[in-house]
């Protein structure tokens, strides 16, 4: 059933009975489900996207007289561009991005082509140097959801970039920057940081939810973790100087210098700890990986192999990873984060990601988790047809 719904915004003395809301009653053929919450109220307007279902947004609301906007440019851009800010955060963000809406109109408006430099005027005309605060406020909300729009893009969100194309975006733009001399900083204490922000880019790629383990993220990205990535980069970065005689710093790594402080890491200590170990990604990722205990690892044999579904389409691909890691935006987790009262799935049992997959009666799959993470026709057309948002 479709709904509609209305958010009113500093309209005072307006309520469900306003003749504006019984005509758009009529043109829709529904009934509308009326609230009076100002924009600029981030908590009221966040419950409203928690209670409902929203697949798109239609944003009329704005102050727009325009010498006003000259004489109280403060009040404008809170009115106009910090509003908007707070309802794409309650889009995007605040329901968890997971479950966010992308689909949005937004009312512009004509002042933002600026003076005009040819008559009539089209959308190939050029933009910006707008005269006045109200067409500013509207000509960087324009440039916000531009720019909203193309980081979502390249993260796959609703558009559906596919896992491989974020793959190779990943290591080529995020990897290879935050890795840049990493032998010389391999063994900083600071590195956790770089991988917070690392973890978050797989997160990305593989579209699981927030409190997914970090163990599940390398496997499911394909992508070994940032740390033995590291030790790997530092290891050849060492062999290459000592293979270079007529380097500078070869007699150093010959005979290295004592350490004037224990915290302290050269690269000449950890090279030559990785080099008599012998070293190798792909060994150590298999060892971390046989000793960590978490849900259906035992349908990863090695980590080192790509895992199955990576073209899918984006939809499909989180469900899939959501369903292997078992973390989903099913109720009962959905209760334990905050984000419902009722546990139950409509079967009225408790909604677990199992559940859903191997009990529930009325969304169950047959062939199990194995036939699932394998990708088999009859599992692909299964989450192509689950009716759920998890």
Request: with cysteine.
């Amino acid at each position: 059933m479709v709904q509609a719904m209305i958010i009113m915004w500093m309209c005072s003395g307006l309520d469900g009975q306003a003749p504006s809301l019984k005509r758009a009653e009529q043109i829709t053929g529904k009934t509308l489900i009326f609230y009076q919450v100002d924009l600029l109220d981030k908590d009221g307007l966040s419950e409203i996207f928690k209670q409902h279902k929203i697949d798109f947004v239609i944003h009329f609301a704005a102050m727009k007289a325009v010498g006003e906007s000259m004489q109280k440019p403060l009040f404008y851009y809170k009115s106009n561009v910090v509003s908007t800010i707070n309802l794409l955060e309650a889009m995007i963000i605040m329901v968890m991005k997971e479950n966010g809406v992308y689909n949005m109109v937004f009312s512009s408006s004509c002042v933002v082509y600026g003076n005009p430099q040819y008559l009539p005027i089209d959308e190939s005309h050029p933009i910006g140097h707008v005269p006045n605060v109200y067409g500013r406020t509207k000509f960087a909300i324009e440039q916000m959801l531009e720019d909203i729009c193309r980081a979502e893009k390249l993260a796959g969100s609703s558009w559906g970039s596919d896992a491989n194309t974020l793959r190779t975006s990943a290591l080529a733009l995020v990897f290879s920057t935050a890795e840049y001399c990493a032998p010389v900083w391999e063994g900083s204490c600071h590195t956790k940081l770089i991988d917070t922000q690392l973890n978050s880019t797989l997160r990305i790629i593989t579209g699981v939810c927030q409190p997914t383990r970090i163990d599940w993220l390398p496997v499911l990205a394909h992508i070994s973790p940032p740390e033995l990535r590291r030790k790997e980069a530092t290891k050849k970065m060492y062999q290459k100087l000592l293979d270079s005689p007529d380097l500078e710093i070869n007699p150093i790594l010959q005979s290295p210098p004592n350490h004037r402080l224990k915290s302290r890491k050269p690269i000449w200590s950890r090279g030559n700890q990785l080099l008599s170990q012998n070293f190798s990604n792909s060994e150590a990722w298999t060892n971390s990986w046989i000793s960590t205990d978490i849900p259906n690892k035992n349908l990863i044999t090695s980590p080192n192999v790509k895992i199955p579904g990576f073209s899918l389409p984006r939809r499909e691909w989180v469900l899939l990873n959501r369903f292997r890691t078992g973390q989903g935006r099913c109720a009962e987790l959905m209760k334990l984060w905050g984000y419902t009262k009722d546990p139950n799935c409509a079967c009225n049992v408790p909604q677990s990601m199992s559940h859903i997959l191997d009990d529930c009666p009325l969304y169950k799959f047959n062939g199990g988790i194995s036939n699932l993470h394998s990708v088999t026709p009859e599992a692909l057309n299964w989450l192509k047809d689950l009716p759920l948002r998890l």
